[in-house]
C-alpha cells in the first residue's frame, strides 16, 4: 500500500480530489469499485433498456423534427426490429442533420432517460453505417464513482497504475473457503477491467463470482462493524428489573381494550431481557396503529417500579409531544413525574428541566435528541426508549450509553412504524434484537386507496368540503418538493389560502414544520376535537399523530413521496370504526417507476409488503434514511439483490471476530473507513 500520490500523474490537484471520494492509498483506489460499465461492443434491442444505462443502438431513422419550446431541438425518431426511442439534439450542425436523415441507419451510444416522448437519449455519439458496418471490438469500460474535475479515464489510469504496482501487496483476510475460488488480486482485476468475452448481464446484476467474492467480503466487514457495536455497548452492566408487579396493571386497567396477542407476545420478549443485567437492545417493529407505544409504556413500568428512569426520545416536537400529553395521561395517576425536554427550550424552563432530570424528580422524561446533549445529567437512566429510529444516526444511539449512572448503561428500546424489510434489520439493525407486532387492534377499518391525477383536482376538491360539510373530518396533505420543508409548507400555505376563500363555511386548519412547537399542538388539538373539520398540512403529520374521527386522506403530489412515507401518512385514517378513504393526486404523465409504487399502495395495506416493495425499487438509503444508512455505505453489495449471502456473513463475521480479531479490523478498515472503532470485548 502506498500513499496514492506517489502514482504517476497524481500531482496535489489530484490528490485533492480523490481525497474527495475518500482515497487516500493505493488500496482504498482498488476499492473504488465501478458503479456500472459501458459496453460498446453489443448491439441492444431497444425493448430491454433501462433508464439510466448507456448503450449502443442500432435503427432506421423513422422522423425527424423540430419541436416548438423555449430552447430550439431537433427530435430524431430511431426504431429497430423491436421498438423505438427518441434522439434529442439542442446543438444542431449540418454534420448531424446530414446524418440524421429519412430511412439512414444510424449506430448510437448515449444514456437512455425517461423524455416527453418515452425514451430519449440526449445528445448521443451518432455513426452513420450500412447493414454491414461491423462491431467494435472492445472490453467493458468501468464507470466509477467520481466528483467535478476527476475524469473517468483518470481514475482509470490511476487504478490500472494501482492493479499493476501494488495489487499483490493486498492481504486476504477471509477464510478461504469463502472466497468463491478467486483470490482477491483475481477478483479485482476482473471487476476494473473485465476481459473482453466478460458476460456483461452477469456484471450488471451483480451475480459474477468475482463479484460475489467482494460482495460476501463487504457484507462481512458490515456485519462485523454491527457485531462489534453491540459488544461495545454491551460491555458495561444494565440494571436487571423484575417484571412490575403494579404500575404495568394499573396502568393498563385504565385502558378501555385489551392488549392484542402480539403487544403481549413482544412484552414478554422484553420483560426476559430486562431481567439480565446486560443491556436489552431490541427493535419493535410494527405497522401504522399496532400499538407500539402501549408496549413502550408498560416497558417504562419494569423500570420505574424500581426507582429508575426512563427517557423516550422522538425524532420531531410533534411526535414527541403526541407522546408526553400520552405518558402524563398514564402516569401522573400512578404518582410519577413527567418531564419534557426540546431543543426550544430556553431559559428558565430549560434550566428547571434540565434540574429535575438531574435531581431524579423525573421519573420519565420525554423530549427529542435534546435529551442526549452532553449537559444533561440523569440521576439513575435505567432505560432508553427511542422512536422512529431510522430518523437519528447510529452515533446517537451509541451516545446514550454515557447517559447511565452507576457504572450501568440504559437498556433501550427502539421502535420503528416504518416497517423494514428482514434483510435491511439485518444490515443496519443487526446489533438489535428484533420483535414484530404483526396484527392490529380489532376495529381498524380497512383504508380504500384510489389514484387520480391532478386535472381531476378541482372534482376532490368539492367532494371533500362536501364530506367534511356531513360531518366528517379530511386530511389534504401538500408535498411539492421531497425533503424541502420550506417549500412544502409554502405549498401548504398557499393551500390553506385558496380552501378558507372558497369554503367559508369549512373550519380549516393549517399545520407544517416552519411553525412552532406550541402553534401546531393547537391546531392538532382543535383538529382531535373535532373543532376543524380539514386540516391542511405537510408530511410532519407522517408519524405518530392520532385522531380516530378523521376518516378521508387526501396526498397532493403523491408520486414525489417513496412508498413507504405515502403509506405512513395513509395510516393517520382508518384508525377508527369509519370507512376511510385515501385520495393519491398525481401529476401525468406518471414514470413506470410512478405507476408501478402507486399500484402497489392501491392494492396493499400491509405495511412490510409495501416496505418490501420499497426496497426493490428504491433501495435501502432512500427507504431508511440518509442517517441511518450513511454508516452502511455499500460500495458492491445491494441489499434487495445479495440477501441470500446475509446470513452466511453473519456467521463468518462472528468467526472472524472470535479467531482472528486482527483480521476483523482490517477488514473494517478496507470496506468501512470512515465507521467508528469499538473496543471488542
Known amino acids: 500500500m502506498a500513499a496514492v500520490h506517489q502514482l504517476q500523474g497524481v500531482g496535489s490537484a489530484s490528490a485533492a480530489l480523490l481525497e474527495k471520494l475518500n482515497i487516500f492509498t493505493t488500496d482504498d ?97 451518432i455513426q452513420l453505417i450500412t447493414e454491414h458496418t461491423p462491431l467494435p471490438k472492445t472490453e467493458l469500460t468501468a464507470i466509477y464513482p467520481a466528483t467535478d474535475g476527476l475524469t473517468q479515464p483518470k481514475l482509470r489510469q490511476y487504478v490500472k497504475q494501482a492493479l499493476i504496482q501494488h495489487s499483490d501487496d493486498l492481504p486476504e483476510l477471509l477464510p478461504p473457503q469463502f472466497t468463491n475460488g478467486y483470490v482477491l488480486k483475481q477478483a479485482l482485476e476482473y471487476i ?93 417493529q410494527g405497522d401504522v396503529g399496532a400499538g407500539k407505544t402501549l408496549v413502550a409504556g408498560v416497558t417504562a413500568c419494569h423500570a420505574l417500579e424500581e426507582g429508575w428512569q426512563v427517557a423516550l426520545m422522538a425524532p420531531t416536537e410533534i411526535l414527541a409531544e403526541q407522546h408526553y400529553l400520552n405518558f402524563k395521561k398514564w402516569f401522573e395517576p400512578l404518582g410519577l413525574n413527567v418531564s419534557w425536554l426540546s431543543g426550544k427550550q430556553k431559559g428558565k424552563a430549560r ?62 428500546l427502539v421502535m420503528t412504524a416504518t416497517p423494514i424489510p428482514r434483510t435491511l434489520a439485518m444490515s443496519a439493525y443487526g446489533d438489535l434484537d428484533t420483535s414484530v407486532i404483526d396484527e392490529l387492534p380489532p376495529g381498524r377499518t380497512p383504508i380504500q386507496t384510489v389514484t387520480i391525477p391532478l386535472e381531476r383536482r378541482e372534482e376532490v376538491l368539492h367532494r371533500i368540503a362536501s364530506n367534511c360539510g356531513e360531518g366528517k373530518q379530511a386530511y389534504w396533505v401538500c408535498t411539492l418538493v421531497e425533503q424541502s420543508e420550506t417549500l412544502d409548507a409554502q405549498a401548504a400555505e398557499a393551500t390553506y389560502q385558496e380552501m378558507t376563500e372558497r369554503f367559508p363555511h369549512l373550519n380549516i386548519g393549517l399545520v407544517h414544520g416552519k411553525m412552532k412547537a406550541q402553534d401546531k399542538q393547537a391546531v392538532m388539538q382543535q383538529f382531535k376535537e373535532n373543532q376543524l373539520q380539514l386540516l391542511i398540512a405537510t408530511t410532519v403529520i407522517e408519524v405518530g399523530v392520532d385522531v380516530p374521527n378523521a376518516s378521508i386522506m387526501v396526498i397532493e403530489n403523491a408520486e414525489r413521496l417513496g412508498l413507504s412515507q405515502l403509506h405512513q401518512l395513509r395510516g393517520r385514517v382508518g384508525r377508527g370504526a369509519t370507512a376511510s378513504f385515501c385520495a393519491l393526486l398525481y401529476k401525468s404523465p406518471l414514470s413506470q417507476n410512478g405507476q408501478e409504487r402507486l399500484r ?70 478496507r470496506w468501512l473507513p470512515e465507521a467508528p472503532r469499538y473496543a471488542y470485548v
Open 29 to 125: 483506489l482498488l476499492f473504488h469499485l465501478p458503479r456500472d460499465y459501458e459496453d460498446r461492443s453489443t448491439i441492444i434491442p431497444m425493448n430491454q433498456l433501462i433508464v439510466g444505462r448507456s448503450y449502443l443502438l442500432e435503427g432506421i431513422v423513422k422522423g425527424v423534427d423540430f419541436p416548438p419550446g423555449k430552447r430550439k431541438s431537433m427530435a430524431v425518431l430511431l426504431q429497430d426490429d423491436f421498438a423505438k426511442v427518441t434522439l434529442r439534439f439542442y446543438h444542431i450542425y449540418k454534420a448531424l442533420t446530414d446524418r440524421a436523415k429519412i430511412d439512414q441507419r444510424l449506430r448510437i451510444f448515449g444514456e437512455v432517460r425517461v423524455g416527453a416522448r418515452g425514451l430519449e437519449l440526449y445528445h448521443p455519439e
Open 192 to 284: 476494473h477491467q473485465p476481459p473482453v468475452n466478460a458476460n456483461m448481464l452477469q456484471l450488471a446484476q451483480g451475480s459474477h463470482p468475482a463479484q460475489q467474492r467482494l460482495i460476501f467480503e463487504e457484507l462481512v466487514a458490515h456485519q462485523i462493524s454491527l457485531l462489534s457495536r453491540r459488544a461495545y455497548i454491551q460491555q458495561i452492566a444494565a440494571p436487571a428489573f423484575s417484571p412490575s408487579k403494579n404500575f404495568a396493571k394499573q396502568l393498563l386497567a385504565t385502558l378501555p381494550f385489551r392488549m392484542t396477542d402480539a403487544q403481549s407476545r413482544v412484552c414478554k420478549e422484553i420483560v426476559a431481557d430486562l431481567k439480565q443485567n446486560k443491556p436489552m437492545l431490541r427493535l419493535i
Open 351 to 412: 434550566a428547571s428541566a434540565e434540574h429535575l432530570i438531574k435531581q431524579g424528580s423525573a421519573n420519565l422524561v420525554v423530549g427529542t435528541h435534546a435529551l442526549f446533549q452532553e449537559n444533561i445529567e440523569f440521576a439513575k437512566l435505567g432505560l432508553v426508549i427511542i422512536d422512529e429510529q431510522h430518523r437519528f444516526g447510529v452515533d446517537q444511539r451509541l451516545a446514550l450509553r454515557n447517559k447511565g449512572t452507576h457504572n450501568t448503561t440504559p437498556h433501550q
Open 600 to 669: 402497489i399502495l392501491r392494492e396493499s395495506n400491509d405495511g412490510f409488503v409495501i416496505a418490501e416493495k420499497d426496497l426493490e425499487i428504491r433501495g435501502p438509503g432512500e427507504l431508511l434514511g440518509t442517517k441511518q444508512t450513511g454508516d452502511m455505505g455499500f460500495r458492491v453489495a445491494k441489499l434487495e439483490r445479495d440477501d441470500h449471502l446475509l446470513n452466511q456473513a453473519h456467521h463468518v463475521a462472528q468467526q472472524i471476530l472470535k479467531d482472528y480479531p486482527e483480521n476483523a479490523t482490517a477488514l473494517l478498515k
